[in-house]
């Protein structure tokens, strides 16, 4: 929970010795408060002091980073119940698990597809984070094995899953030199796993079946001097998994108990479900609903960029109205002598009026005027998509290099610029469109250039 | 050392209003069942915090007649049974399904506008076919959708089927036709919180009771503005919770028909490989954005594809508990 200016005065010298830069310690502590000043511009504070400003400062959920510099997982430091009460900030990791019972072969063509998997989604490519190797066997050489060739295979982060703790040894010592997640420590193991985690300054995983015998174990590897810990309630399926992810993420944000479950989840969709169907709606919950990794236990390309696209949407940051670059765009190859219709950048308005020319088949220029990402009547209303900003985007784009007629359709919803625009663009016509890109289609039907 | 947690429960003074779709021989109506919908006191599925009384329903979507836009995966998904709107009605309810969301075409096959009596024909088809509650949505014009809405609510009248879409500019009408035979409102606004609020009171100021009507915010597909639904429907869901009367309604949306229009689920041919396998991604796109609505407050999903439906009713039977 974050300080007041006056609880974090409470904590200062009260010299008022400027020698932090500012005229007295209150108003340091009120630019403390602020974000605008750090704690360490005050030589005299006590450690005491130091400590309880940190604790206080640190987020309600622990930023968790595995992997190594160039590929790296990071999670957690997540503040929200809501993403429309601000953002929800590090999309949570997609891994897809191999296990060391399965033909050596296939796992290594499997690493392959994951490592190599990328699908453009609005210009950016989207990739699965990394993969997960879990000991089935129990035996330690077989583990190693198995973690050095999926590590052959893939550059990406890793976690490694095994009970027993000389089975993590083995494969530990397979992926040095880069940091893996270390899954994970249980009520029987925790003290060995611990160490191992402290040993190669990596992350570990608590497992439980429970909130309650979790916060146990986070306890003593906490105590042990672990840092980073991702939690496993062992909730499976999508009732107990919504109920124990939402139950933790409240806790965590309120630094209850005792901040011992303020770190991200991991989840692993596709443990008793019944195939890629049902794993693809519990990750798309998980998504949604506050895991900070997830695991996967199918990989299909199909299933791969739809969650991808899910995750970019709703890690989407609300408070920045998301636009698309101003300019022309071709649709189903147009030509001179087809139809061309302007609308403004804001995204959503974008890939409505683009989607429904898409839908029809029919070639068009459809011309993004540059609206600061406002929709068509915001836009107009704040005069960022009026008369004057419609024939500068006409004239300035180019558009009249491309097309052989001059006959510009506007939305609908801003029919009452036709008269304006027409004498702004002397030699076009201006054709009123439809007020919803849902009428788009049957509009184009009736073209004649 | 044990650690007593207490679960985070928190207090919601508010709760969504229960309607009722469908009425039955002894309600005035035809229907075999009539759905429940709404009264939810807590967010999608959190039993642990209070009884969840009803789950998300599915409705699926047919057509008056063989549609020409749809893409062709649902054409070879119901194939014969889309001539015909009543084998069409039948294939549905044998999904077991909680609804049937019947759209008038604008025009017939021919190019000829669908005329208030064909439409009148077409829903007497359905009502005689299905014993299910019946949803009906003009084909989306002002005018003919009050031409045609207007009809179906005589044609149906004691049915209590669903008129849509009932917006800011045609409420009045739509709401007095279904006043006047018994029906419920589908009020579509553009996902936003003001204007949803705002057409439930409009539509409450002219008289229709609260209880008859249901909040449609109107959704965008997965990878195309999904999020501005999942968060418009979000808040209005906790501004019900926390109380305010004019947000509880219950909220239909309609993921198959922005899900299906898009090229991920309505194209096989010419996309990237890394799109994979055209049915997994179209069947994947149905579902992922039906399941974010259902877990941001989706009462009912109204879905296309068969495949899609057995899914999503696989996943609310897991998730949904009545609690306590």
Redesign the interface.
Known sequence: MALTGLEIYKLLPKTNCKDCGFPTCLAFAMKLAAKQAELAACPHVSDEAKAALESAAAPPIRLIIFGDTDQKIQVGNETEL???DKSFFHMPGLLVRVQDDQPLDEVEQLVSQVDG?????VGQPLNLDGIAVQSVSGDPVTFAKYAAAVRGKTKRPLILMADDPAVMKAGLAEVAGTTPLIYAANKDNWETMAALAKEHKAPLAVAAEG??PL??IV??VRAAGVEDIVLDPGAR???DS??AL??IR??AL?A??DR?LGYPVIAFPGQDS?G???E???A??QI??YAGLLVLDHF????????L??R???Y?D?RQPVQVTPGIYDINEPGPNDQLLITTNF??TY??VA??V??TGMPAWLLIADSEGLSVLTGWAAGKFDADKIATTVKSSGIADKIGHRKLVIPGAVAVLSGELEDELPGWEIMVGPREA??I??FMKLWKS | ????????K?KWIGQVREVVLGATEAEGGTRSTTVTVGGENT??????EAPVPNPPRIAVEIVDRKPN?WSPMLISAWGSAMDDPADWAKAVEELGVDSVLLRIS?TDSGGNETTADKARASVRKVLDATGLPVIVFGP??MDKDIEILVAVAEEAAGERIVLGVCDDKNYKTIVAAAMAHGHLVDARTAMDVNLAKQLNILISDVGLALDRVLMDPTT?A???????G??AM??LR?AALQGDKMTQQPMLVTPGEEAW????A?VGEDV???????E??A???E??TA??LI??GADIVVLRHPESVR??K??IS????KGE
């Open positions: 809501y993403r429309h998997y990328s699908v453009d989604y909130l309650e916060v146990e306890a003593q399926g999508s009732h919504l109920n939402t139950q409240r806790l309120e209850k108990p011992l019944e890629t169907a049902e693809s709606m519990l798309a919950q949604a609903k299909d390309p199909a299933v791969a960029y739809a969650l696209a899910l970019q949407n709703i989407t609300p995204s959503i890939f409505s989607n429904e898409q839908a849902v009428d289609p049957n | 050392m044990a650690v007593a947690l207490e679960l985070p928190k967010l999608p599925f959190l039993d642990f836009d604008l989306g014009q965008a997965l990878g195309y503005g999904v999020e501005y999942y968060s979000e808040r906790l229009r898009m090229k991920e309505k990237p490989s890394s799109w994979g396998d055209w997994q991604r069947i994947a796109w579902t992922l399941t974010a877990h941001s899914r999503v696989s996943v897991k998730l949904w508990k």
